[in-house]
């Protein structure tokens, strides 16, 4: 009696791996925003971790591809999860700051001096801004600088520049 290939436990394992491959990739592409301390060797070293499930899968070694799959997805999902919130709270924190700022220029004429009267949603958070008034430059603008991990990668608004949100990419 021959085994099926796509027994019905083996398209299981086949299934959790492609689901595990997917978000890894996700985390790859996301990779530039959330792990800039971890860019190079870590999140490949991560990624290519999927190669070892797929040889226990390939000598039909099923409970060892399952179970590595599970120690590799508790190994990586749990952090991404973790710098994935981190990201939405500045982003909404920045968001909120700029509104804060077009607020204060309809209200009085000109851009706050700095943030010393925004109140911070998330105030953990504060050290992570940096905020330029450029009236001392002779210009009627702003920007505001966020870093995610690092002050390698920065994001910044300016408002010059048109509403839209500008990142370094190394």
């Not at 083996?10 to 990739?25: G, K, M």
């Not at 508790?74 to 909404?92: C, G, R, S």
């Not at 920045?94 to 009085?108: C, H, L, Q």
């Not at 702003?142 to 839209?164: A, M, N, R, T």
Request: negative net charge.
């Amino acid at each position: 009696m021959s085994k099926r290939i796509f027994s019905s436990s083996n398209f299981q394992l086949f299934l959790l791996l492609t689901l595990l491959l997917i978000i890894e990739l996700l985390i790859y592409k996301s990779a530039n925003q959330l792990f800039v301390s971890d860019y190079t060797f870590g999140l490949f070293f991560k990624i290519s971790l999927n190669v070892v499930p797929l040889i226990f899968l390939c000598f039909r070694e099923k409970l060892a591809s399952l179970l590595t799959m599970l120690a590799i997805a508790a190994f990586v999902i749990p952090q991404y999860i973790v710098k994935t919130n981190h990201l939405i709270k500045l982003k909404e924190e920045a968001s909120n700051i700029v509104s804060y700022v077009y607020t204060y220029k309809i209200d009085n004429n000109e851009f706050p001096i700095n943030l010393l009267n925004y109140d911070f949603e998330y105030p953990q958070l504060k050290e992570s801004f940096t905020y330029h008034n450029l009236k001392q430059k002779n210009l009627d603008d702003f920007e505001l600088v966020y870093y995610i991990d690092s002050e390698d990668q920065p994001h910044w608004y300016k408002d010059s520049q048109g509403p839209k949100w500008m990142f370094y990419d190394p």
